[in-house]
């Protein structure tokens, strides 16, 4: 028997490109967590509430410095990747690819 659990959260990996301050491309990868949001969920949202904010529960292996240097940690970290629109668009794409990657059909 297949059985799903409809609040399930899971692990998914994220490419990222950034360019740094001399216009140079850099690729990385880190891992988000998401959580599964049902379309009655969705559909109840705000309308202003974004699809980062609805399914990304933390991310790992990614250091972003805050304004005194340090890594930012927590809250403060899923906000700056939902801030900055290379990473956001990234993190969306992998939330988007996680969910239909596998359940394609196949030709």
Known sequence: MFKVNR???YQYPVTATVYDAD???QTGKFKATFK???HDQAKEL??????LD??????????IAGDDGQPLVG???LD???NDPALS??????YHESIAKKNRPRS
């Open 36 to 38: 599964v949001l049902p």
């Open 23 to 25: 216009g140079k491309e």
């Open 7 to 9: 609040t399930r959260s």
């Open 89 to 94: 668009v990234a993190t969306v794409s992998a």
């Open 80 to 82: 700056a990747i939902k």
């Open 46 to 51: 705000p309308e202003d509430t974004s699809l």
């Open 75 to 77: 809250d403060a970290l």
């Open 54 to 63: 609805a399914v990304l529960n933390d991310v790992s292996e990614i250091e």
